[in-house]
């Protein structure tokens, strides 16, 4: 049981401990202009607007943070959801008039699964992260004149792997299709400007789409798609999760607006993420851990048992310090002992996780 704000240190059970879990990787959630931005907006505004966006549900709000992502990301336009999970739901739906079968890796993220059976066309799945599989699946599959649409994790959360994108974009381009990104992990940390998994890789196109979320870096709230203004526009007043829900708290809004402003003018935090997470990384290799060098802030690694991994994270909390250990998307069976790094942690604290493990191992 969390009892503080997420953050580099949290109390968890009534133990202050060094928190290496979660998605919070600058911070932001407890940050104070964040907290007052949302507390403005409260008074002013309510809790939500009571409606759909499609009736009298805009607000300035609203609207302020949709143009704030469209800023941020670069582009006309953006879609503001009520959640993160709801981004691959408005991609399948909102672009299937341009693809005809879905190919998805097999690895996807729960909310891809569920959103591409939502289009009603099929859904082929290919290996893991493999773009020779992807080639077969969708020369066996394809039928003369049919497009693709490929969905996939940007940057998959069990073991921080990215998705190989330049080998997706030769095959789709091959077909005339589409590459789908479920991308909240790589948002606000990848990429010189922060903007993910195609900033990272230096990609931009018209046959590129994403979503993601604001709740994990930006340390906002709410999912979004940014793209084409005309094609969210049809999006829009054709997608139902859009036209059918009430929009995120206004709250939660105002908030995700002045995080997405913090992030914007605070690059130093990528910069420090990624020291901190190259000195951890090196440090858990030191140990003997599998874990590998890229500048991905998330380090996890398996031991021969499940019950071998939960020692560890029991003892490792009685020492003050809390890492996850997750069964997720990706993970064995057994499930692996994960570490989440953020900008906020100290030298001292990615110490002492260090100091702690080495005394267990």
Same mark, same amino acid.
């Given at each position: 049981m969390m009892e503080t704000a997420p953050g580099a240190e949290v109390i968890i059970n009534g133990r202050r401990c060094v928190y290496f879990g979660g998605t919070g990787y600058f911070g932001l959630q407890s940050h104070p202009e964040i907290i007052e931005a949302g507390i403005k907006a409260f008074r002013?505004?309510?809790?939500?607007?009571?409606?759909?966006?499609?009736?009298?549900?805009?607000?300035?709000? +609203?609207?302020?943070?949709? !143009? !704030?992502? &469209?800023?941020?990301?670069?582009?006309?336009? &953006?879609?503001? +959801?009520?959640?993160?999970? +709801?981004?691959? +739901?408005?991609?399948?739906?909102?672009l299937s008039q341009f693809y005809e079968k879905i190919f998805m890796d097999e690895?996807?993220? /729960?909310?891809i699964r569920d959103a591409v059976h939502s289009a009603g066309k099929p859904v082929i799945t290919f290996r893991h992260r493999d773009?020779? =599989?992807?080639?077969?699946?969708?020369?066996?599959?394809?039928?003369?004149?049919?497009?693709?649409?490929?969905?996939? =994790?940007?940057? /998959?959360?069990? /073991?921080?792997?990215? &998705?190989?994108? !330049? =080998?997706?974009? %030769?095959?789709?381009?091959?077909?005339?299709?589409?590459l789908c990104l479920d991308d909240a992990h790589a948002v606000g940390i990848l990429g010189p400007k922060g903007r993910g998994t195609y900033d990272h890789f230096g990609l931009r196109g018209n046959r590129l789409y994403f979503g993601a979320t604001l709740? !994990? &870096? /930006?340390?906002?709230?709410?999912?979004?798609?940014?793209?084409?203004r005309? %094609? %969210?526009?049809?999006?829009?007043s054709s997608v139902g999760v859009y036209i059918g829900s009430t929009p995120a708290p206004t709250p939660v809004a105002a908030a995700s607006i002045k995080a997405i402003d913090l992030v914007a003018s605070h690059p130093e935090w990528r910069e420090k993420l990624q020291w901190n997470t190259a000195y951890l990384k090196s440090g858990l290799r030191r140990l003997g851990l599998e874990v590998d060098d890229s500048p991905i802030p998330i380090a996890a690694w398996t031991m021969k048992t499940a019950e071998e991994m939960k020692k560890i994270q029991q003892q490792l909390f009685d020492r003050g310090v809390a890492i996850a250990y997750i069964k997720y998307v990706g993970a064995p069976a057994g499930g692996v002992l994960r570490v989440s790094i953020f900008?906020?942690?100290?030298?001292?604290?990615? =110490?002492? %996780?260090?100091?702690?493990l080495k005394r267990i191992l």
């Open positions: 002013q505004y309510g809790l939500h607007v009571a409606t759909s966006r499609t009736g009298f549900g805009n607000n300035p709000v +609203l609207l302020e943070v949709e !143009k !704030k992502i &469209a800023h941020f990301f670069g582009t006309e336009d &953006a879609i503001y +959801l009520p959640s993160g999970y +709801l981004s691959n +739901l408005i991609l399948v739906q909102g690895g996807s993220h /729960f909310s773009p020779e =599989d992807l080639r077969i699946k969708i020369k066996e599959e394809l039928k003369t004149g049919e497009r693709p649409m490929v969905i996939t =994790d940007g940057l /998959f959360p069990t /073991f921080g792997l990215l &998705a190989p994108v !330049k =080998d997706y974009i %030769l095959l789709i381009e091959e077909y005339d299709g589409l709740s !994990k &870096a /930006f340390g906002g709230y709410g999912g979004f798609v940014p793209g084409n005309d %094609l %969210l526009e049809k999006i829009r900008s906020t942690h100290t030298r001292d604290h990615l =110490d002492k %996780l260090l100091t702690e």
